[in-house]
């Protein structure tokens, strides 16, 4: 019988790449083989696929290049929130907890980077790799929500300026953080909870796709697609909404400038969402309709380019800084201070007029 031993790395579900192992072996007549099914879960492919050294050394640099960037850009973003803003609104406070979820995000990423240049050797533990998938899981997911959260917030102020909910005060913002991480932890428990305790210390199990219908598999699979559907096509509605009500307001010449400019930064916001998360998505999506379909060959591919498009979504902790922190003048004096320091030149001049505790609006 196949000995399979399966990882995802993709929204949830983080596909460390499914690779088999055919053993041989003649079961007694006495004791029939049973079914892979009949033990809650599906090996379709006992045989498709072998480690790619190529891959997961790409995915490797790959992930260690998204942790130092994200680490760098997150942390000067966390600093200039903490001591160079001074007057906060809403807005200010679902960028600063999007922060502090890609900061987390980026600190996780050094173990999942030495994962897959050692071979998809673990060496930290069950224990260890439990805890390393929940705040994988809680940061990605928490991060995606204040990406939602800032797209619904600059929405209801332009387009819906009237309403009683753009009153909310920055404690009001407070509260709705909380609310939103305590959601997510909610979220990110029960899959990881339900999930196959790993028989062998040396791997880092998780799961792979299945058709058994148990509740762990209908759990995370429409947990990973809600966490990609709705805060896309959240986004998508209030970005354009937001266009729309500004090409309405800017009509005169002296402000088309600012209006491109709006424009610009708007629609940055959701190709760049779309190309760190939907090729993820839809890898997935193929890798559970050719295990279905008994393809071996085509998994094998699918599931090796899974590897790299999982690994690409958490790019977008490291775009996040420069996204929405460069649309300030009190973020963009910072980074260039930061760029200046480590090319050696010291500090970079202020513009003129600038105050260091500028508000972010």
Known sequence: ???????????????????????????????????????????????????????????????????????????????????RVRVWKPYAVYLLNLALADLLLAACLPFLAVFYLSL?????????????????????????????????????????????????????????????????????CPGLLISEAAQNSTRCHSFYPRADGSFSVIWQEALSCLQFVLPFGLIVFCNAGIIRALQKRLREPEKQPKLRQAQALLTVVVVLFTLCFLPCFLTRVLMHIFQNLGSCGALCAVAHTSEVMGSLTYLHSVLNPVVYCFSSPTFRSSYRRVFHTLRGKGQAAEPPGFHPRDSYS
């Open 120 to 188: 998809q050797a673990w060496h930290l533990g069950h224990v260890g790799c439990w805890a390393l998938r929940f705040l994988l899981d809680l940061s990605r997911g928490v991060g995606v929500a204040f990406l939602a959260a800032v797209a619904l917030d600059r929405y209801l102020r332009v387009v819906h300026c009237r309403l009683k909910v753009n009153l909310l005060s920055p404690r009001g913002a407070l509260g709705v953080s909380g609310l939103i991480w305590l959601l997510m932890v909610a979220l990110t």
């Open 1 to 83: 019988m196949g000995k399979c031993r399966s990882y995802l790395l993709c929204g949830r579900k983080r596909s460390f790449l499914s690779f088999c192992k055919k053993q041989h072996r003649v079961p007694p007549a006495s004791a029939p083989a049973v079914p892979a099914a009949q033990h809650g879960r599906v090996m379709p492919f006992p045989n498709c696929s072998a480690p790619n050294t190529v891959v997961a050394t790409a995915v490797g640099v790959l992930l260690g290049l998204e942790c130092w960037l994200g680490l760098l850009g997150n942390a000067v973003a966390l600093w200039t929130f903490l001591f």
